[in-house]
């Protein structure tokens, strides 16, 4: 079983939709939990990190469940712009992050 | 320009050849990592350095492959005798670790192509 998984998508979703994108990981130890935007062709960046009280930017949100392993990724009113893939990463101390396959996001007009 | 730097952009070589890498991280951070992606995947984790040390290998990481990071600034990661199923993109980032919680910063890449 991969430590990291997501739905690869593609999810397809007009401007101005609200998108959710959620993600599982195998390993109860993890103790730090990241969203990762990779451009076509770029380097992956960081979006934000997730918390467990939950955590807000912008028109984006992030929800840690520690109980089911369970991250999710919360995109309101979604701009072209937000088209990407988005990469749910699961971190253990003394460990390296582990990166999960990703899920591609299209915004169309 | 302060972020991770990785050279070179682009590599083509023929099977067999061997191929070396190098990443310049962001100069206060004291970890390093090594990842490689392929298409439609989620970057897969080879290797990372705390300082000079190596802390752990992936088993992604076969014999052929070996890095090193001599002074504890930049790194080589050097593939020797290379496959066609080595053909991908090698992502180095870094990081500060003991200030807050940990955030990896990533190079651009290097694109290796075998033949």
């Known amino acids: 079983r991969k430590e990291v998984e997501q739905d690869p998508g593609p999810f397809n979703v007009p401007e101005g939709a609200t998108v959710a994108f959620n993600c599982t990981y195998s390993?109860?130890?993890?103790?730090?939990f990241f969203w990762y935007r990779q451009d076509c062709r770029k380097e992956p960046k960081l979006l934000m990190s997730?918390?467990?009280s939950g955590n807000e930017d912008g028109r984006f949100t992030a929800q840690l469940n520690r109980a089911s392993q369970y991250i999710s990724l919360l995109i309101r009113d979604s701009k072209l712009s937000d088209s990407a893939t988005y990469l749910c990463?699961?971190?253990?101390?003394?460990?390296?992050?582990?990166f999960g396959k990703g899920t591609t996001l299209s915004v169309s007009s | 320009d302060t972020g991770v730097s990785q050279n070179p952009r682009h590599k083509i070589t023929k099977r067999g050849q061997n191929v070396t890498f190098r990443c310049d991280p962001i100069s206060e951070h004291n970890r390093l990592y090594w990842y490689r992606q392929t298409l439609g995947q989620g970057p897969e984790f080879l290797t990372y350095f705390q300082n000079e040390a190596q802390l752990e290998k992936s088993r992604l990481l076969s014999d052929r492959f070996s890095a090193e990071r001599p002074k504890g600034s930049f790194s080589t990661l050097e593939i020797q005798r290379t496959e066609q199923g080595d053909s991908a993109m090698y992502l180095c980032?870094?990081?500060?670790?003991?200030?807050?919680?940990?955030?990896?910063?990533f190079g651009s890449g290097t694109q290796l192509s075998v033949l």
């Open positions: 990463v699961a971190y253990q101390a003394g460990t390296a992050l582990i």
């Open positions: 980032a870094s990081s500060l670790v003991g200030q807050g919680q940990e955030k990896l910063f």
């Open positions: 390993n109860s130890a993890s103790q730090s």
């Open positions: 997730v918390y467990s």
